[in-house]
């Protein structure tokens, strides 16, 4: 198999911050597949979470990075959606044939782990990156986009518009798609409803400018114990802030705020006592939206008897969007100016990967991309 040589992101053990190396990839896509110059991607905490087998991802060494976009440079013999030059961002994979890829949940695909978190083909378990000749898992979400070159699905590639800039594309395809479409696809929220959005880093303030600029909510609260973000949220469409430390209690503040609680919430912090909050300040019959993934086995305690006057619970994965429809929708909006999601992004250079992933755990940027190359 003839390889090119690229250079990526590469988690050597469990717990190790990604270096920088040369490696070689599979120059010639399978039928199936696209081989893209990648221009930028997002650094979210699933790749954090996945350096340190926090899900037991794929086997070390590995090249993450989930949230990539860029210019393909080749296509596999059976490939018709996407040609040479296009411009694209990547997503999440699924299997597109069980019952729930087949009815447009993909997000609830029956394989979506297997798809995005095994870094292999299911196909034949192989895996298109190695280093002198020994195997190195890639395919994490399709993609295993920290590297300058990526071999994707033609699944989880999406074609975006030659005029958008690439260096903030990116991060549509897991982060912001989440926030956003956890309102415009899952909670539908009324125009002149409320909302109240707990953690407001890149995902929460997706959230936030969708239901301030697409939804029409008229009050939309941030809580988060970070005031920068706050700030930043407030500058987006939040309408009230909550700072935990601050304040008394907020399930009570929120009841204030919204004349007898907010109409819907979103959790994304994956903290228990955080979503117990986020369901106790909705009003009745108010709806919860759970982003936070936290790690199997995590239980909740709810309050039954206020629970039961009609409050919802629902957990929501990558905002409930099927990619090839929601990341050109975004970025309509973004044209727009009515997603402007490029204010939450600070840029970096592919070698200012350990200042981006630091700043990234100490939360001193929203939405952490790295740019591999320019378009
Ligand atoms: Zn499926
Ligand atoms: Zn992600």
């Known amino acids: 198999?003839?390889?090119?040589?690229?250079?990526?992101?590469?988690?050597?053990?469990e717990g190790a911050e990604p270096q920088l190396e040369s490696l070689e990839l599979e120059d010639e896509p399978r039928p199936d597949e696209v081989l893209v110059r990648i221009v930028s991607a997002g650094v979210c905490h699933t790749d954090l979470s996945t350096a340190d087998n926090f899900y037991g991802g794929p086997p070390y060494p590995q090249v993450l990075g989930h949230e990539g976009a860029g210019v393909v440079e080749a296509v596999g013999a059976e490939v018709d959606k996407v040609e040479v030059g296009d411009h694209?961002?990547?997503s999440y994979d699924f299997c597109g044939e069980c019952p729930n890829c087949?009815?447009?949940?993909?997000?609830?695909?029956?394989?979506?782990?297997?798809?995005n978190f095994l870094g292999e083909r299911l196909s034949d378990g192989s895996s298109p990156i190695s280093r002198d000749g020994e195997r190195v898992s890639g395919c994490f979400f399709a993609q295993s986009s920290w590297a300058t070159h990526s071999i994707a699905n033609e699944r989880n590639v999406v074609k975006v518009d030659d005029d958008v800039p690439l260096?903030?594309?990116?991060?549509?395809?897991?982060?912001?798609?989440?926030?956003?479409?956890?309102?415009?696809?899952a909670l539908e929220p009324e125009s002149g409803s409320s909302l109240a959005v707990f953690g407001v880093g890149s995902v929460g303030i997706s959230s936030v400018m969708a239901a301030a600029n697409v939804s029409s909510c008229t009050q939309i609260v941030a809580v988060d114990l970070n005031g920068d973000r706050l700030e930043k949220a407030a500058d987006l469409g939040a309408t009230h802030t909550i700072h935990p430390d601050e304040t008394e209690d907020v399930v009570d503040a929120i009841h204030d705020i919204t004349g007898g609680g907010a109409d819907y919430s979103i959790e994304t912090t994956a903290v228990p006592e955080v979503l117990r909050q986020a369901v106790d300040c909705t009003t009745i019959p108010g709806e919860c939206g759970l982003i936070g993934a936290a790690p199997a086995g995590t239980e909740v305690s709810l309050d039954m008897h206020t629970f039961h006057f009609g409050h919802k619970l629902r957990g929501i994965i990558e905002g409930d969007a099927v990619p090839e429809l929601f990341i050109p929708t975004l970025l309509d909006l973004w044209k727009q100016d009515r997603f402007p999601f490029d204010e939450i992004i600070t840029h970096y250079d592919f070698d200012g990967i350990h200042d981006a992933i630091h700043d990234a755990e100490e939360g001193n940027t929203i939405k952490p991309v790295l740019n591999m190359s320019s378009p």
């Open 88 to 90: 694209v961002a990547m």
């Open 1 to 13: 198999m003839a390889t090119m040589e690229i250079q990526a992101a590469v988690v050597n053990e």
């Open 102 to 115: 087949l009815s447009g949940k993909i997000p609830y695909c029956e394989n979506l782990y297997e798809h």
């Open 167 to 185: 260096e903030i594309v990116g991060p549509l395809g897991c982060g912001i798609q989440t926030g956003a479409g956890a309102v415009m696809n």
